[in-house]
């Protein structure tokens, strides 16, 4: 498959040249790389390759730009299809293979291995980040995806995941999640934890989660739990288990120290800091999903063994 980035040029571009519009609005690239991409043919205007650096933008044209030479991370590849019929896939994924294309991912995507490998191009129902590892229901057309989603709130979805810390007893973790503040990584959430039964106010910008989670098996060190989502936020289970005193194993921000998500941003993480997290990915596996079909309207359950990756730190 062919990475292609289009997008329809502003009003402001209108009388820049295309090397001067490159160059001012996308700085990730020198004038110099800008000047050889055009060269090299990889970009486009309404359809047509332009070779001209020079040419005046009227500021309405459609830009595509085909970038040849990105080289992307490695990934596993080893999907499973564990169900399929004319309607939709149910996918087993690895951990670290991202499910769409973002950033620096494209080819290395579970999306695009699916085309490649002629299941056509999907559309995924249910979320997993890059790292975690589990079942996946992909629909073959639109309107089957719409009809899963309408089911959403009734989908039981049942996670595996391994925590630091001895957790004995089964518990409903009920409460909000809300941007934590005290952290620089703007993205990270912090579980507030409050019954729905109260009268209290929710805090504000809060949004509720539900989760139960169930010891499974453990050690001195680690337990190793069953997740079941009663809401589906994100970033629910890892941030949930963070601001109860078990963090994740594996997890770079909510894990032992958020400072391993900078570290590897900037592949900074030490050999120590490697040993520390135990795993290269988040220890957090979608084990079960349970859903009704949207064709044949008959509950279908589905599951998915732990990877032995995970199973492996409590042998």
């Not at 998500?261 to 079960?288: K, N």
Request: with cysteine; glycine share 6%.
């Amino acid at each position: 498959m062919k990475r292609i980035v289009a997008a329809r040029l502003p009003p402001a571009a209108a009388g820049q040249t295309l090397l001067d519009y490159l160059s001012g609005r996308f700085a990730y690239h020198a004038r110099e790389e800008w000047l050889q991409k055009i060269q090299n043919g990889e970009l486009a205007l309404n359809g047509e390759i332009s070779y001209d650096p020079a040419v005046k933008l009227n500021g309405n044209e459609l830009l595509e730009y085909f970038p040849t030479a990105l080289i992307e991370p490695d990934v596993r590849k080893d999907y499973q299809i564990i169900f399929e019929d004319e309607y939709l896939l149910v996918i087993n994924k690895p951990g670290n293979l991202p499910v769409h294309p973002a950033g620096p991912y494209f080819a290395h995507t579970l999306w695009a291995l699916l085309a490649d490998d002629n299941y056509g191009k999907v559309h995924f129902v249910n979320r997993l980040d890059r790292e975690t590892s589990g079942l996946l229901i992909a629909a073959k057309q639109p309107r089957i995806a719409g009809e899963i989603n309408k089911t959403l709130p009734d989908m039981i979805k049942v996670y595996n995941v391994l925590v630091h810390g001895v957790f004995a007893q089964k518990c409903t973790a009920s409460g909000y999640l809300v941007p934590d503040l005290a952290s620089p990584i703007k993205k990270k959430q912090k579980f507030i934890a409050q019954s729905f039964d109260t009268e209290a106010p929710a805090p504000a910008g809060g949004m509720a989660v539900e989760t139960v989670f169930t010891p499974l098996q453990g050690n001195k060190a680690y337990t190793l739990l069953a997740a079941e989502l009663r809401t589906g936020r994100m970033h629910q289970i890892r941030a949930t288990l963070h601001g109860m005193g078990f963090p994740v194993v594996g997890d770079k921000l909510y894990g032992l120290n958020e400072q391993f998500y900078r570290r590897l941003a900037l592949d900074t993480l030490s050999e120590a800091d490697r040993r520390q997290l135990l795993l290269p990915r988040q220890a957090l596996h979608c084990c079960q999903l349970s859903f009704v079909h949207p064709v044949r309207k008959e509950v279908m359950t589905f599951t998915a063994e732990l990877p032995p990756e995970i199973a492996d730190v409590l042998a």
